[in-house]
């Protein structure tokens, strides 16, 4: 056992774990924080997507003590309070979820996205969720959230006069 240090969500914390143990089982397991969601366990499909730095990365291929100087953000991340984060709200909006196994690691992918572009073309959104896979096959309609998060958010940024 080993102890890891992680910053997660904007918070420091600490667990004693095998240092060879996957991020996803230390935040499903170890820190309770279920939203991640375990598919293959191989880093094809998509489900166990977070942010690292800001990056999409698979949490079931890395290793926890890997990203341990590193700002981790899960699925439980994006909201502020109550208030959902746009591409949350837009995945509701535009019922871009079926079973919703999916959805968590589609939402941090699309986060990752938008956060370096929030003028995606759907070529970029294609893209950018390339390995996210829905087994539903609600793609038509996760795309259509993507644009609507994006323009939500670029209207965001006119009004704050934040700029790209």
């Known amino acids: 056992m080993a102890t890891i240090n992680l910053a997660i969500n904007g918070r420091p914390r600490t667990v004693e774990a095998d240092p060879q143990i996957s991020l996803l089982t230390v935040l499903r397991e170890n820190l309770d924080l279920i939203g991640t969601k375990y598919g293959c366990g191989e880093g094809q499909c998509g489900a166990c997507t977070v942010l690292i730095d800001g990056r999409a ?17 899960t699925i439980e991340g994006p909201a502020h309070g109550e208030r959902l984060h746009p591409v949350q709200e837009a995945f509701l909006e535009e019922d ?45 309609r996760i795309i259509s959230a993507v644009q609507k998060a994006a323009t939500s958010l670029a209207k965001s940024e006119i009004g704050t006069g934040a700029r790209q």
């Not at 699309?110 to 390339?130: F, G, K």
């Open 57 to 73: 990365q698979r949490s079931c291929i890395t290793r926890a003590e890997t990203v341990g100087q590193k700002q981790i953000t």
């Open 96 to 140: 871009a979820l079926q079973c919703g196994y999916c959805t968590p690691g589609m939402i941090m992918s699309v986060v990752a996205l938008l956060n370096r572009n929030h003028h995606p073309t759907q070529s970029e959104i294609i893209d950018s969720l390339n390995g996210n896979i829905c087994r539903c096959g609600a793609y038509s």
